[in-house]
């Protein structure tokens, strides 16, 4: 084996030495001593010693490089030429280069192969072998941290798991999804870092802003931050956004919880404002300054013409708002009106609680229970729950869920945490109880967070909702509204 090596790296030196020596002979004319010639020999062919394969322990091995050596019948080596007819193999030493080259190379990538694939990352041998896919080697990465995110996500070790995303996003700032999930995580413990991640998401992938905005709200409607709400949805109605009944719902609720109609002008100010927009924000203005009268006429008068479905509902509620919830009831009853099952009936139920008809508040709840356990369903009773908490109801609801409970897994999230926000705004230990329990049933794991929340809500000290929201999250929407009639009330219009 020592002998195989010597020969070996002999012959590598050995190729360019005797090659080059062999070249400046020849250029010389071949005068003189002959480089790679036993010098006490005739010169001539098949009788001259060859001075090169001295010391190889397999001579033969030369004639990789110098096809012209030959073995006598003795066992002598010799040139096969005379002195004139000596010349150098350029083209084979370019030969063995190559070969030794792509050997080197294809050793190379294997290694590297095995290597990353070893630590983890999901690389093909065409990523390594071919330059110009080296640049896929940061998605590589990024999937790679992609992974480990939802790992020590499921696991529930999340500042791991923010590490891993930090470094997937940075890796791949083209890929706005794991951005968004980025700064979604973060809206909880580091809120500036996630307005910014947002801003940066908004601002570089204009592509994607009808996905990015419902989520940058959400983030800003658990923390309260009313005014950025304004400036958000206000963009997202005079650029045209999809959804233009949800951002102008953001805007008539963060105007509402300011208590503050001066948005609502501004952006009437604007030019670029849909027409069948500036109808229902001019009305809305002005119930910031008409007497309670007033308020009531104008209400009811559109409420009677509207055949807009969002904007009837938003007229319905803030007839309820007034106290007038007789008025609400003589329209959903009208065979014209637009509005479908689910609306009718969440506004129902919240006429019954102003009407203090609790009696038949409890039956349309209970049908509604007497039904399959269905998400849309658990998402209305707990937003009404939640808006007016009933303890016999949520007992009926609670055992309805145990006895039918929803599919376990992620995608029914939402809804039970919408359950346990609707026990946390009644304040009830064994209903919490029984909410983080079906909660961590559906998940499969224990969520710390809500164990923490259930102590928070069963102390009955006044709590404002921008210190739970973060947390709590995902909900849906009409839950989060809920939440912040029940925790903290808008200020009221003037008497």
């Known amino acids: 084996m020592a002998g195989w090596l010597t020969d070996t790296f002999r012959l590598g030196w050995g190729a360019f030495y005797w090659n080059t020596r062999k070249s400046w002979f020849a250029a010389r004319g071949r005068r003189g001593r002959c480089p790679c010639q036993v010098g006490s020999d005739s010169g001539r062919g098949g009788e001259t010693g060859c001075e090169a394969v001295l010391g190889y ?87 790679f941290y992609l992974d480990q995110a939802r790992e020590a996500r499921g696991a529930g070790r999340m500042d791991e798991a923010l590490i891993a995303l930090s470094n997937a996003y940075e890796l791949n700032p083209a890929d706005h999804k794991t951005g968004l999930l980025l700064a979604q995580l973060w809206q909880a413990g580091q809120p500036l870092l996630s307005d910014q991640l947002y801003a940066r998401l908004f601002r570089e992938h204009p592509a994607h802003r009808d996905e990015i905005g419902p989520a940058w709200y959400r983030a800003l409607l658990a923390r309260g931050d009313f005014a950025a709400i304004q400036r958000l949805a206000g963009e997202r109605l005079l650029t045209g956004g999809s959804a233009p009944a949800a951002w102008l719902q953001a805007v008539l609720f963060a105007a509402r919880r300011e208590g503050d109609a001066a948005p609502l002008t501004r952006l009437l100010a604007e030019p670029a404002l849909p027409a069948e927009i500036a109808g229902l924000l001019r009305l809305e203005e002005s119930l910031y300054t008409a007497p309670p009268e007033s308020r009531v006429r104008l209400l009811a008068a559109a409420a009677q013409e509207e055949k807009d479905t969002f904007a009837l509902y938003h007229l319905l509620d803030r007839l309820l708002a007034e106290g007038r919830a007789d008025l609400v009831l003589a329209r959903l009853d009208a065979p014209d009106c637009p509005l479908g099952n689910r609306e009718k009936v969440r506004l129902r139920l919240d006429a019954l609680v102003v009407l203090d008809r609790l009696d038949l508040r409890a039956d349309l709840v209970r049908q509604l229970l007497s039904q399959p356990t269905q998400p849309a369903v658990c998402e209305l009773l707990s937003g009404h729950l939640a808006a007016h908490p009933d303890r016999a109801l949520l007992l009926a609801y609670a055992a309805k869920l145990e006895a039918e409970p929803l599919p376990p897994g992620e995608a029914v999230y939402p809804q ?25 049933n559906s998940a499969g794991r224990d969520y710390r967070t809500l164990s923490a929340l259930r102590e928070l809500f069963t102390r009955k000290i006044p709590v404002r909702p921008e210190a739970f929201l973060p947390v709590l999250q995902p909900l849906p929407l009409d839950t989060v509204y809920a939440l912040y009639g029940r925790f903290d009330p808008p200020p009221p219009f003037p008497p």
């Open 57 to 143: 322990r397999s001579p033969a091995r030369f004639r990789a490089i110098c096809p012209l050596l030959a073995q006598r019948a003795n066992g002598a080596w010799v040139c096969s030429v005379d002195t004139a007819q000596v010349r150098p193999f350029w083209g084979r030493v370019a030969a063995g280069v190559g070969i030794a080259t792509l050997a080197l190379a294809l050793a190379a990538i294997l290694g590297v192969f095995a290597l990353l694939r070893g630590i983890g990352y999901d690389v093909s041998l065409g990523q390594i072998a071919w330059p110009p896919a080296w640049r896929e080697f940061r998605q590589v990465q990024s999937a």
């Open 416 to 440: 039970l945490l919408a359950f346990f926000a609707a026990c946390a705004a009644l304040g009830d230990a064994d209903l919490l109880d029984t909410a983080v329990r079906l909660v961590n």
